[in-house]
């Protein structure tokens, strides 16, 4: 049966995925809340991203099925009109809310004004839909913060610390989803860290994963703070996508919440990143460093870096949790729903190479030779190493 869907963040990386599989899958209507910008007009953000998708394609068909909606997710009732949102309300039968400020660095008001703001809002709209049989929610692994070892699905609030406002945030805002479901048709999804499409290798350029081994390839990096048996939780969007749209079509998912993540033995260690870089980029291995002696290298380097340097160090930092914590996500719940698990990143790794390759080799053939690129030898390790 033809259903009208509702999607949140799809001029987003994971969400313009989702909005693929939901157009190649179905036959259902859907609407597609995307912001305005004073650059860049919404129908024209959408135009790209199905330009992407389908570049041999005629799009006009794809059109006819969705319906733009010009709006904001952390403004009450979504900054329509209370015409426009009611016919909102009442042609919606299926919500999936993957908007979110995934930035690590904003002022904890501001990522609440999303990603918790916003979740209060799509509740409301899920209030207000009388044929409303399910809501997707799409929020992170990582609500698990500060934690270490085996992180089960129905874990929240164990009372740990967070290492950023975003994780702080999203933990906020799945509180509120879990406490709307017993009076709505509610499913949470969690991804780890999504790097790339396993089949194409495209990536994110705002994705940490994928902008370090891109600096790795332009010989910025050289070295990354944390320990060979350190354990990444890596994962494809594609099969982030094709895990939720078998999940979504599962009334047993309702009221529970899934791990769309390698599970507990298929992370990768920094060591097999390591060699899988060396190898697909041709490079001599990048050197782990503990971590307290990497920030003090770069605390005395910190002088010595140029202003465009100093900002990609401070990103390194940024990401450094990720690459030195010790969890673990236990994704038990999804393989019995699904039966689907995440491939290997040995067999894929390949494809984000040769993605990044391209992009690398796109940026310095556009550039001024005269123009500094960035892209220098800036960590060079000097100083003890694992």
Request: with cysteine.
């Amino acid at each position: 049966m033809s259903q009208h869907v509702f999607l949140t963040g799809v001029t987003g990386y994971i969400g313009s995925h989702i909005l693929t599989r939901w157009l190649d899958r179905t036959d259902h209507t859907l609407s597609l809340l995307v912001r305005p910008r004073r650059e860049d007009k919404p129908q024209a953000r959408l135009q790209k991203i199905l330009r992407e998708f389908y570049p041999d394609r005629e799009l006009s068909h794809l059109a006819k099925r969705i319906r733009l909606v010009e709006g904001d997710v952390s403004l009450e009732r979504l900054g329509l009109s209370e015409s426009e949102y009611q016919a909102l309300a009442d042609n919606t039968s299926h919500i999936i809310h993957g908007a979110a400020a995934a930035r690590f660095d904003l002022e904890i008001e501001e990522a609440r004004r999303t990603n918790v703001g916003g979740v209060e809002n799509i509740i409301a709209l899920a209030k207000a839909s009388p044929s409303l049989a399910r809501m997707d929610y799409i929020g992170t692994a990582y609500v698990a913060g500060k934690r270490n070892g085996i992180i089960r699905e129905d874990d929240l609030d164990m009372g740990q610390e967070h290492r950023n406002t975003y994780e702080q945030s999203k933990c906020e805002a799945e509180k509120l989803v879990r406490s709307s479901m017993g009076e709505l048709p509610v499913a949470i999804l969690r991804p780890s860290i999504v790097i790339c499409d396993s089949k194409t290798g495209r990536a994110s350029s705002y994705n940490g994963f994928h902008r370090m081994m891109q600096m790795f390839h332009a010989g910025a990096l050289k070295a990354l703070p944390g320990y060979p048996e350190s354990v990444l939780d890596l994962v494809p969007v594609d099969y982030v996508c094709d895990a939720l749209f078998s999940i979504s079509a599962q009334e047993k998912s309702l009221g529970k919440c899934h791990h769309l993540t390698a599970g507990l033995h298929r992370g990768t260690t920094l060591e097999e990143i390591g060699d899988l870089a060396s190898f697909h980029f041709r490079k001599e291995r990048f050197v782990l460093i503990p971590p307290e002696e990497f920030n003090l290298y770069l605390s005395k380097m910190r002088d010595r870096l140029n202003e465009k340097e100093q900002k990609m160090m401070d990103e390194v930092r940024l990401y450094m949790p990720y690459v030195t914590s010790d969890l673990h996500f236990d994704n038990t719940q999804t393989l019995q729903t699904t039966g689907l698990e995440a491939p290997p990143v040995s067999t894929y790794f390949g494809k984000l190479a040769e993605f990044i390759e391209k992009q690398n080799a796109s940026l310095r053939r556009d550039m001024n030779p005269d123009q500094d690129p960035g892209l220098g030898g800036i960590i060079r390790p000097g100083i003890s190493a694992r």
